[in-house]
């Protein structure tokens, strides 16, 4: 058996044309899980922009907004997951983009989902989730689709 | 007691059996016979190329160093911690910062506000240094620093620290990671751009070597890497060409490789395969040796050897029955001992969801004692060496991390393959795929992929939450140490740091140690080097 590079391919078209923002606020630099994420979306036919590490939650609205992005996913493991996602979500508000679907992920614990949810955000996923369950329940949060 | 069962979901189905392949690919035969294994040399532990290990004594001359990662919220609270450790007997302290001070932000920086201590202690001038090892004497003690982006500048304030207290910068002893490279592949506190950080670490290394000529001031990282997607031969393979990109820059700062390579040394992972990780290891000591050897034409045997440290655990611990992680780590710390490892850092159970108590804590250190003391592994040096199996898989090691060396050096190197984002992009393309295995069951974890417990849901996960005052406490001792100083000294100390900056034939070393005894900040220090070097754009490869 070869130990070569082989992206396992399980390509659907669930997420096709779709834009998705994943984003990396704060300071915390694990940026394996958002990468990993990003790999998957873009299997499932989106078009994936990644932000890279430590950007402002203002940084992210805009980048949202001159995107055009159908969603933004927020990557936090630091714990700091309550006043970033607040300053995410008040950042797009206030780049009149309130309607771009809000996903988060990382170590979350879960007697915080609630909260999240509380401020607005699609769904929480850790990393323990399937990446087919996550880019069903993005496929399901997306703008303009029930939930 | 409830009997196991196995989930419904049919991907998590997948193999009962053995798998033949081991989790670098390596397909292992079924058995091992004398004939596969071609006749070499009779070497002996302490002989070059040290397959069998770097000291001819083995543990009997001396230990592995039992090393626990502490280290969070105030610089008294992280002090009371390590009283407490050493009392326990643990021979080394382990030091771990919060993001701000690693990434080169004071505490009243925005960029600072909800992450002060909270992955570890804040340390953003001299007078936090000097509460952390407030009754410890530095002279007796060896200790770890985890910090890389600001490593030159906290191990200057060790330097100074020790100075203030009239204790000879040549007695301390203990390690600063350093490693830069790995930050901008897997852990991400990286400040400049690739080419001055490699400076800045060269002159540290330089420095420490005329200085502090015990202590350790890198420690090149295999470990995050691993984290981060890497299998063990990727592991192996990457962290060695980060360790030749050291070796060339530091023979561009006019360093003399029979002197540095003496004090260069690596920190990985053990993970569950123990043949796997035993081959690993004595794979990496043998290319090591070679290449000192043949290609940096290195004389000294102690110039050539591998040394290297280990952490038990870490991303192969999971949430989901905890308990089942006190065995991981335990398997995994005999395969540290037979691999012949300088030190071991075990993970307690409850890390993969939880900062861990002192209950589990204490368990993680048990773990190597009782290792050490009631195992026997660590009695016969390289008790493995001379089994088929282990030496055909160490072969087999050795040809495939030569093989991802070549990749890298293809490239153009190391910094180049990171500047341009191209091994960072690997390393996410490796992460994806080991999450498809484990997604379907390809890749067996107990407890999260097979025999998964039908009424346990995902594990409580708990993340670090620190006390507000205790990051209020911070700020208000930091404007007090700001107002008690004396500015004129701190500015004439940024002034000259700035000028070394600009000067390549210069070492930035002495220049932080003085700006440390002036009590000028990490945030202060890395703006005047920012301002020279810039930062590091990084590269989005996908």
Known sequence: ???????????????????????????????????????????????????????????????????????????????????????????????????????????IPAEDVAMLLDLGVKAVFTADMKLDDVIAEVAAGLRGQPT | ??????????????????????????????????????????????????????????????????????????????????????????????????????????????????????????????????????????????????????????????????ERRGIDPALLTGTIQNDILKEYVARGTWIFPVRPSMRLTADSILYANRTTPRFNPISIAGAH???????????????????????????????NAEKFAKRLSFFFYVHMDLFEEVAKFRAGRRIWAEIMKTRYGVTDPKAQMFRFGVVCGGSSLVAPQPQNNIVRVAIETVAAVLSGAQSIFTCAYDEAFQIPTETSAEIALRTQQIVALESGVARSVDALGGSHYVEWLTDEMEQRIRAR????????????????????????????????QIDSGAFPVVGLNVFRKEDEDRGAVEVFRIDPKASRRVVEKYDATMARRDAAAVSRALDRLGAAAADDRENIMPYLVECCHAYATVGEMVARLKACWGEFQEPIRL
Not at chain 2, 225 to 253: I, P, Q
Not at chain 2, 416 to 428: N, P, S, T, Y
């Open chain 2, 1 to 162: 007691m409830t009997a196991l069962k196995q989930t419904q979901d049919p991907d998590a189905e997948a193999p009962r059996g053995i798998s033949p392949v081991t989790p670098s690919g390596v397909e292992a035969p079924l058995v091992v016979t004398a004939d596969m294994v071609p006749q070499c040399a009779p070497e002996r532990p302490g002989d070059y190329p040290f397959t069998r290990g770097i000291f001819p004594d083995g543990f009997r001359g001396r230990a592995w160093t039992m090393r626990q990662y502490s280290g969070f919220g105030t610089a008294e609270e992280s002090n009371a911690r390590y009283q407490f450790l050493l009392r326990e007997g643990q021979t080394g302290l382990s030091v771990a910062l919060d993001l701000p001070t690693q990434c080169g932000y004071d505490p009243t920086d925005p960029m600072a506000r909800s992450e002060i201590g909270k992955v570890g202690v804040s340390l953003s001038n001299l007078s936090e240094m000097e509460i952390l090892f407030d009754g410890i004497d530095l002279s007796k003690i060896s200790t770890s620093f985890t910090i890389n982006g600001t490593a030159a500048l906290i191990y200057a304030m060790y330097v100074a620290c020790a």
């Open chain 2, 405 to 436: 060396m070549d990749e890298v050096e293809a490239y153009g190197g190391a910094v180049k393959a990171i500047e341009d984002g191209w091994l960072q992009m690997r390393v996410a393309q490796r992460a994806h795929e080991r999450k498809r």
């Open chain 2, 225 to 255: 890497m691993r984290d981060a997607g890497c299998n063990a031969v990727e592991e192996m393979a990457y962290t060695l060409a980060n360790g030749l990109a050291y070796v060339d820059e530091l023979l561009r700062r006019g360093g």
């Open chain 1, 1 to 107: 058996m070869s130990d070569t590079l082989e992206t396992p391919a399980v390509p659907t078209t669930l997420l096709k044309g779709k834009r998705i923002l994943v984003a990396k606020p704060g300071l915390d630099g694990h940026d394996v899980g958002a990468k990993v994420i990003a790999l998957a979306l873009r299997d499932a036919g989106a078009e994936v922009i990644y932000t890279g590490l430590r950007k402002s939650p203002g940084f992210i609205a805009r980048v949202a907004v001159d995107e055009d992005v159908d969603a933004v996913g927020l990557s936090i493991l630091s714990g700091s997951h309550k006043e970033l996602v607040a300053d995410s979500i008040a950042a797009l508000a206030q780049e009149g983009a309130s309607a771009i679907p809000v996903f988060v992920g990382g170590t």
